[in-house]
């Protein structure tokens, strides 16, 4: 699968050094980002429900403590996280392609996977917003599972980069 590219334990040092900052100062990003998730839905079910359907009243003199998102509002989350996921999965998935340490299927299944569980929980969040709120679990099941494959494809090639070696 991986004949024309080097593997990333081949790369001069400098290289690996440049993937590894890259990689470090992305993965950063990203973490900010799921800290900023935790912040807004505490990652339950009902926190991501209250986030995009909004609060729910308990008696006609209550003020709700989240309105429902606005059409706007949700259309500029779901553009700004396909687009930005898209870019970050493609140059991941671009580094992961020349790791040897994971090979076969499943490294096609790791590099094409996110795509799809980003575009199933950017989905899931318009069926919290209009339609069930069952769609809160798919979100989180859907988040979860785009973050684990970050993190682990991510591992995956810092190990190579710093751990192996030629000789391996």
């Known amino acids: 699968m991986n004949s024309v590219f080097p593997k990333l334990f081949e790369l001069p040092k400098n290289v690996k050094y440049?993937?590894?900052s890259f990689l470090i100062l992305m993965t950063i990003g990203v973490?900010?980002?799921l800290v900023y998730v935790k912040l807004t839905t505490d990652m339950s079910?009902?926190?991501?429900?209250e986030h995009y359907a909004g609060s729910e009243l308990a008696d006609e003199f209550d003020i709700l403590d989240k309105y429902p998102k606005e059409i706007e509002s949700m259309l500029l989350t779901t553009h700004t996280h396909l687009v930005s996921f898209s870019v970050i999965f493609f140059l991941l998935g671009g580094i992961f392609f020349m790791n040897s340490i994971i090979t076969g299927g499943w490294k096609k299944f790791l590099i094409i996977e996110p795509f799809f569980s980003v575009l199933i929980t950017f989905g899931a969040i318009w069926g919290i917003r209009y339609s069930h709120s069952f769609f809160s679990?798919?979100?989180?099941?859907?988040?979860?599972l785009t973050y684990i494959t970050y993190y682990f494809m991510v591992g995956?090639?810092?190990y190579e980069?710093?751990?192996?070696?030629v000789k391996d």
């Open 156 to 158: 995956i090639i810092l």
């Open 18 to 20: 440049f993937l590894a």
């Open 31 to 33: 973490t900010v980002g």
């Open 45 to 49: 079910p009902e926190g991501t429900l």
């Open 137 to 144: 679990t798919i979100t989180i099941l859907f988040g979860v």
């Open 161 to 165: 980069i710093f751990y192996k070696s």
